[in-house]
């Protein structure tokens, strides 16, 4: 969380410098850390998630997993969000539990707007496994181009 803090904060300084409609498209791990930003994300006027879980198995091995807060400390900032949520969860999703996803999901009740997009045929990264063929890119620009939010000036 602290890398993307620290990369967040650069850009906002040396990058895209001025007023911006800020949009995150947070997949899987990327969603999780970014609830563990809560000053990046309610800084987010629009985030599509998926996949992503808010919690850990008290039996991980995998060392970033043990070291993310606890489920509650994640949900809270999601509680607070008022941009949109659009949480695309992929029906044959093996990696992260849908009740983890759901968690997140259902705590984002003050977002100005929000939506669970289930695709039933699609795996946790959004790929066709009977194809192989990525859904991802295409998926997340559809969400991310929706005009339900309003810009910081009007």
């Not at 659009?86 to 977002?111: M, N, R, W």
Request: glycine share 8%; net charge negative; charged share 20%.
């Amino acid at each position: 969380c602290d890398d993307v803090r620290q990369a967040f904060a650069y850009c906002k300084k040396n990058i895209m410098q001025g007023d911006f409609i800020w949009s995150a498209v947070a997949m899987s791990f990327g969603g999780t850390v970014l609830m563990g930003c809560p000053d990046i994300l309610q800084t987010m006027q629009r985030i599509i998630m998926i996949g992503s879980g808010c919690g850990k198995s008290p039996t991980t091995t995998k060392p970033l997993l043990s070291t993310i807060p606890d489920t509650s400390e994640l949900l809270k900032p999601m509680s607070d969000f008022q941009g949109s949520l659009y949480f695309l969860h992929g029906g044959k999703d093996t990696v992260v539990p849908e009740e983890s996803q759901k968690k997140i999901y259902e705590s984002a009740t003050a977002c100005s707007s929000r939506g669970w997009i289930e695709f039933s045929r699609l795996d946790h990264e959004l790929n066709d496994p009977e194809t192989s063929i990525s859904h991802t890119a295409v998926l997340a620009n559809t969400f991310l181009m929706l005009t339900d939010f309003k810009s910081p000036n009007a």
